[in-house]
């Protein structure tokens, strides 16, 4: 297992299309997390997973936004009706294997650019 | 609610020279911290992180931090930093749950380091 990982790496779209992120996080980590990243920011919080069960979704996720984790592997993130400001990296994590419980190893992201 | 301040948007360094990475945290509950690096096009590695105990801390590739309470404080260290530590550092923190929990970060310090 190499590690959480995350497709496409870079997404260009026009404003108004919908698009969709895959995360797949290390195998047996049961919480799965969602960050948003813009330029010169540090990540921000929007969602996060307990196996398949999204446990809590920060006031920046609008309705817009929606991310699922069925069966509690992968997780998509789809974002509706893109906005210019939704031009982001977005992260994903996963963490609490049994033996580390405290740290989320992170993918490399997903670059969004909407034009 | 918890936040994070990094007072130095940047630090420029000379190879070989000592540096020191300032964080300060906001919490009203008892916190877990962490400090993170972003090298390019790349997601966020764990440095180090303080969960309780030894205020002082060492992590990866000669770091380390100290934690302060009375000052609310998380600084970060190298006492000999190379051209290859150039890169973003976020500090981060989470509410202390017994297990990880979502992030709240800092907007991070770019390290240049130069010969």
């Known amino acids: 297992d190499t590690g959480v990982s995350q497709n496409p790496r870079h997404k260009i779209t026009k404003r108004g299309q919908n698009v969709t992120f895959r995360c797949d996080p290390i195998?047996?980590?049961?919480?799965l997390y969602w960050y948003r990243q813009t330029l010169g920011q540090g990540p921000e919080f929007l969602t996060y997973?307990?196996?398949?069960?999204?446990?809590?979704k920060s006031r920046l996720l609008s309705d817009r936004f929606s991310a699922e984790r069925p069966k509690g592997s992968f997780s998509t993130l789809e974002i509706q009706r893109t906005e210019q400001g939704d031009s982001a990296m977005y992260l994903c994590a996963s963490s609490t294997p049994p033996w580390d419980p405290y740290e989320q190893y992170f993918g490399p992201g997903t670059r969004l650019t909407v034009t | 609610a918890q936040s994070v301040t990094q007072l130095d948007s940047q630090v420029p360094v000379f190879e070989e020279a000592p540096v020191e990475l300032r964080c300060n945290y906001s919490?009203?509950?008892?916190?877990?911290l962490f400090w993170y690096v972003q090298y390019p096009n790349q997601g966020l590695q764990l440095l180090l992180k303080y969960l309780s105990g030894s205020t002082l801390v060492k992590g990866i590739n000669g770091f380390e931090a100290e934690f302060n309470k009375s000052q609310t404080s998380f600084h970060l260290r190298k006492p000999s930093v190379h051209i290859s530590d150039t890169a973003e550092y976020f500090c981060?923190?989470?509410?202390?749950?017994?297990?990880?929990?979502?992030?709240?970060f800092g907007t991070g310090t770019r390290l240049q380091v130069t010969l």
């Open positions: 981060a923190v989470s509410k202390n749950t017994g297990t990880a929990s979502k992030l709240t």
């Open positions: 195998s047996e980590h049961n919480r």
């Open positions: 919490s009203s509950v008892s916190v877990y």
């Open positions: 997973f307990q196996n398949e069960a999204q446990l809590e």
